[in-house]
């Protein structure tokens, strides 16, 4: 029987297209249409908005943000076993879902798409960070993109949204809560993937604030929070000594005791070491 989208059932759709799960690929299916649905509704009103998905897989999560209105989806993904699922969906919603053959690390989605633009995805594990650590460091704020709604492993969906003193805490509590209001939305039990992943999953959303809460050049931030969480337990003078022999005078031009600890420092410390740091 075919789903309430008019498309075949996803456990069909992946019987018919052969698609095993690869392991390497983080390839852990949604196979539930009213839980993508719920994703995909998530992600706000796609109504005039091009979205971009990272990993479409066999396509669930596309066919919701389709349903919900999305004026476009581009689709990226690595495993050309999934194309023909996703030439299925393309034929259903004429001139609304493109699809790119490769690797989000690689391709340029850009010239793809025209604002308003959101990102929606049930990322593959091993480059959701990085994707999400890219997104949010542009060299030009605001990005092209207005929110970012994001699967990962409650793990990481904890640490996006982690705030000060929590074991959390670090770099991409940091850098995400500069630029962006994060929230967690939705969790999500191994028994909800196919095949389930060993760990429990959260959805997070992000809301691209019009300017980041204080400036700072984003890679030198980058850089600064992966140094001193690195040794997230050492003070700050001995954690940060490679970033030159005069740190601990930058820490103090920055409002910073020397002796304190990465996690004990809010975000407005950050962004002023990092001011210090690009003199
Ligand atoms: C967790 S699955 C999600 C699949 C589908 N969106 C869903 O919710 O069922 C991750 C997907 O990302 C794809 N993928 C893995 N690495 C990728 C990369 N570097 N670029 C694009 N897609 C990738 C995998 O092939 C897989 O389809």
């Known amino acids: 029987m075919a789903a309430l989208d008019g498309l075949p059932p996803l456990?069909?759709?992946?019987?018919?297209?052969?698609?095993?799960a690869k392991k390497q690929l983080g390839q852990n299916f949604l196979l539930d249409l009213n839980l993508t649905s719920k994703?995909?509704?998530?992600?706000?009103?796609?109504?005039?908005?091009?979205?971009?998905?990272?990993?479409?897989?066999?396509?669930?999560l596309t066919r919701g943000l389709l349903a919900e209105g999305a004026r476009?989806?581009?689709?990226?993904?690595?495993?050309?076993?999934?194309?023909?699922?996703?030439?299925?969906?393309?034929?259903?919603y004429p001139g609304r879902l493109e699809f790119i053959l490769g690797d989000a690390l690689?391709?340029?989605?850009?010239?793809?798409?025209?604002?308003?633009?959101?990102?929606?995805?049930?990322?593959?594990?091993?480059?959701?960070?990085?994707?999400l650590v890219r997104w949010l460091t542009p060299k030009v704020w605001p990005?092209?993109?207005?929110?970012?709604?994001?699967?990962?492993?409650?793990?990481?969906?904890?640490?996006?949204?982690?705030?000060?003193?929590?074991?959390?805490y670090g770099r991409l509590a940091i850098l995400a809560q500069w630029r962006t209001d994060a929230r967690i939305v939705l969790s999500l039990p191994p028994e909800a993937f196919s095949p389930p992943p060993?760990?429990?999953s959260a959805v997070v959303h992000l809301t691209a604030l019009p300017e980041p809460?204080?400036?700072?050049?984003?890679?030198?931030?980058?850089?600064?929070?992966?140094?001193?969480?690195?040794?997230r337990r050492k003070m700050l003078r001995s954690a940060l000594k490679s970033l030159g022999p005069d740190i601990e005078d930058r820490l103090r031009a920055a409002g910073i005791e020397p002796t304190r600890r990465a996690e004990e420092i809010p975000l407005e410390g950050f962004c002023a070491l990092a001011r210090e740091m690009a003199k």
């Open 72 to 92: 476009k989806v581009l689709a990226v993904e690595k495993d050309p076993r999934c194309i023909p699922a996703l030439e299925e969906i393309a034929a259903h």
């Open 198 to 200: 060993k760990v429990h």
């Open 39 to 60: 994703i995909a509704r998530a992600a706000g009103d796609l109504t005039g908005c091009d979205v971009l998905e990272v990993g479409p897989g066999p396509g669930g």
């Open 11 to 20: 456990r069909e759709v992946i019987a018919t297209h052969e698609l095993v």
């Open 213 to 231: 809460r204080f400036p700072a050049d984003p890679k030198v931030l980058e850089r600064v929070t992966a140094v001193a969480f690195n040794q």
């Open 143 to 168: 990005a092209f993109w207005q929110s970012l709604t994001l699967m990962f492993q409650r793990e990481v969906a904890e640490r996006i949204v982690a705030k000060p003193g929590s074991n959390h």
């Open 106 to 131: 690689e391709v340029n989605v850009l010239e793809h798409l025209e604002a308003p633009v959101r990102i929606c995805a049930n990322l593959p594990y091993n480059v959701g960070t990085e994707l």
